[in-house]
């Protein structure tokens, strides 16, 4: 069974300049998350899907973030303006079942804002 | 507010030398625990999940306890393969997020 997928690994853009980071969840996983991890913090959620539809977006920093998963397969999260505080490294995660069920996570995009 | 606070920052050890990698958390009605383990460049790779005090889970080299306010990760005679980044993290009171803590650092030497 393949894993979460997460495209692409690396992104370096400018601050200003839109970035959109992809994310496949396993086959069958109806939710699926987003989380980052920013220099020197521990990882945090951003938001669920449970499958098309957003159950939690109460992680989402502000208006420049905005996540889509249309169809209920991959998600994308797009980040336009991009600013510098915005560097780190998003993970994404699917489940099959919501609440406690074993959220697995795939490699993770790491993004720098310059 | 759910916390989840990890100790020791970073642990060396010996290769073979044991030891436990310590949770405390903090959450209104706990729904389950989670370890990972995370390597350089990678994503968090699941390990365990706990759900009631008391309940032990182990594999390989790693066993997992539960207590009412904190879990502990018991690394038995580890080798260097061992090392990585071990990260501990609580479901909310209501819905799926997940909240971490920062992790312990294990750095194991042959």
């Known amino acids: 069974e393949a894993g979460v997928t997460q495209f692409p690994s690396h992104s370096v853009i400018e601050k200003g300049q839109t970035v959109t980071l992809r994310c496949d969840p396993i086959s069958g996983h109806d939710n699926l998350y987003w989380y980052r991890r920013v220099m020197g913090k521990e990882i945090k959620f951003l938001l669920h899907f449970v499958k098309e539809s957003k159950q939690d977006e109460s992680g989402m920093p502000n208006n420049r973030f905005l996540a889509e998963r249309t169809g209920g397969t991959y998600s994308t999260l797009k980040v336009q303006p991009a600013e510098l505080e915005d560097s780190g490294v998003y993970f994404c995660?699917?489940?099959?079942?919501?609440?406690?069920?074993?959220?697995?996570f795939g490699p993770g995009t790491r993004l720098t804002v310059l | 507010e759910d916390q989840v606070t990890q100790s020791p920052e970073a642990l060396r050890l010996q290769e073979g030398e044991s030891s436990s990698l310590n949770c405390s958390y903090t959450?209104?009605?706990?729904?389950?625990l989670f370890w990972y383990r995370q390597d350089p460049g990678k994503g968090p790779e699941f390990l365990f999940t706990l759900y009631s005090a008391g309940e032990e889970k182990e594999k390989e080299r790693l066993k997992a306890t539960l207590t009412k306010k904190e879990s502990f990760l018991h690394i038995t005679a580890p080798k260097p393969e061992d090392s990585a980044t071990y990260l501990c993290?609580?479901?909310?009171?209501?819905?799926?997020?997940?909240?971490f803590g920062e992790g312990t650092q294990l750095t194991v030497n042959p």
């Open positions: 995660a699917s489940s099959r079942n919501p609440g406690a069920d074993t959220q697995y």
């Open positions: 959450v209104s009605g706990l729904r389950g």
């Open positions: 993290a609580v479901p909310g009171t209501s819905g799926s997020r997940l909240t």
